[in-house]
């Protein structure tokens, strides 16, 4: 089913978690905190883009009722055109559950947005995401505009290739070469993938960052360690929508 995804108002009481032995052979930190973050991507037919944002911009509201919705963009350069990216904070998979079954009774989402622009989409997919742990998420000083940029590692999880990834992303953050919004671990998707949102004042400010931070070495030294677990790794730059907490 097509639907938009984010948390109910009424927050789920934490499951009581038993007491765990650390094995040795554990490939990260355990994920102790139930709150996860659900990556949507559409991808809209041709010319019916500017349609899909108006009709969405109308009735977000109905949805947003539900769950908290962290961001709402558009592709403006890194992929396929016609393109939007959402992402939808839950509490637990419980919650989750409450939500959808909430929306499927909800006549008035179903019949003002969901039905109309179901021909509309092309394609949709989606990931199941968790923050790392040294991670928040960070709200920028002010509107701008944001990249994705997703990595995907050597089998072997963070125990692998987690301190050298966080070394890499900190050497960009300390140095003030970006802004970071957040970055998180794919739990249902490709797995070994991390997803690392940035905040920049313009597309011009990025490249201009980028080009300084590729001629630093202690950047260039930290990426580089990084690096030798990078299987791939891919961007796009993000345009925020006006009804997106993200802007």
Known sequence: MFVLRSGLTRALAPRQLAPQMCSPFATGPRQYDGTFYEFHTYYLKSSKMNEFLEDIKKNIHLRTAH????????????????????????????????????????KEWQEQFLIPNLLLVDKQECEITYLVPWCKIEKPPKEGVYELATFQMKPGGPALWGDAFQRAIHSHVNLNYAKLVGVFHTEYGLL???????????????????????EDPRVVAAVRESANYLVSQQNMLLIPTSFSPLK
């Open 67 to 106: 769950s908290e919705l962290i961001g709402y963009w558009s592709l403006e350069f890194g992929g396929r055109m016609n393109k939007v990216f959402h992402i939808w904070k839950y509490d637990n998979f419980a919650h989750r559950t409450e939500v959808q079954k909430a929306l499927a009774k909800n």
């Open 192 to 214: 070994n993938r991390v997803h690392v949102l940035w905040w920049h004042e313009s597309p011009d400010s990025r490249a201009a960052g980028r080009h300084l931070s590729h």
